[in-house]
């Protein structure tokens, strides 16, 4: 497996884990120039990716992860990930389907989360 | 709006118009360093690309877009766009929901798809 692929899912593991345990751990992972837009809603900045993320209206959450793509972004080592899944959330009867895209840079060493898009995906018929 | 949202909106009405009128008409939307990864199917370079979309089993094809996000990917004008829709198949009764991204670079005055994964979301439940 390319290094790439493993980076995306270790990366996306991590990622998944820290949100379903305490999401405001999830701060390191973004960086003052990131962008989040969550169902449409625009973010920028670690304060207010983190806030959005905060007030989302539940407690407890699980993501599944269902298939995850990665693909080289650029030469500088940058990593496109892209993921489907499941969203199990307290107050739902039934999961819910997303797709999360992620465009994550290299930064001292390690990776930070620059793009991040969030939709939930309606069935379609 | 900003230009990122208006080239990404621009971008995906005529990829998808493209698409499904003939879709071999797609290469020029590509490059040799582009990459596509058609569920789970990895591409890379124009031939291969547009080689796997001639390829796909169905002659016609219309996509619906429901949901199109838009990010800057980097400080040359890059695009991270985000499309969630259907698709609606000759063969198929029902209609596939879908997400597909689209990283966009600047070439030349104007823009190609250097990364493009593609994925089937099925519902949740």
């Known amino acids: 497996m390319a290094d790439f692929e493993n980076i995306a899912k270790q990366f996306v593991e991590y990622y998944y884990k820290?949100?379903?345990n305490d999401r405001t751990q999830l701060a390191p992972l973004y960086g003052e120039d990131s962008m989040?837009?969550?169902e449409a809603a625009p973010h920028q900045g670690?304060?207010?990716i983190v806030?959005?993320?905060?007030?989302?209206p539940f407690e407890q959450v699980q993501h599944q992860v269902s298939t995850l793509d990665?693909?080289?972004?650029?030469?500088?080592?940058?990593?496109?990930?892209?993921?489907?899944?499941?969203?199990?959330?307290?107050?739902?009867?039934?999961?819910m389907s997303?797709?999360?895209?992620?465009?994550?840079?290299?930064?001292d060493g390690s990776y930070y989360v620059f793009n991040?898009?969030?939709?939930?995906v309606y069935p379609a018929a």
Do not use: M, N
């Open 18 to 20: 820290t949100f379903d």
């Open 70 to 95: 990665a693909q080289p972004a650029d030469a500088t080592g940058a990593i496109l990930v892209v993921v489907s899944g499941v969203l199990l959330v307290e107050a739902e009867q039934r999961p």
């Open 46 to 48: 670690v304060a207010s």
């Open 51 to 56: 806030g959005k993320l905060q007030d989302l």
């Open 36 to 38: 989040l837009t969550f």
């Open 98 to 107: 997303y797709t999360q895209t992620f465009h994550l840079k290299p930064k």
């Open 116 to 120: 991040d898009i969030f939709r939930l």
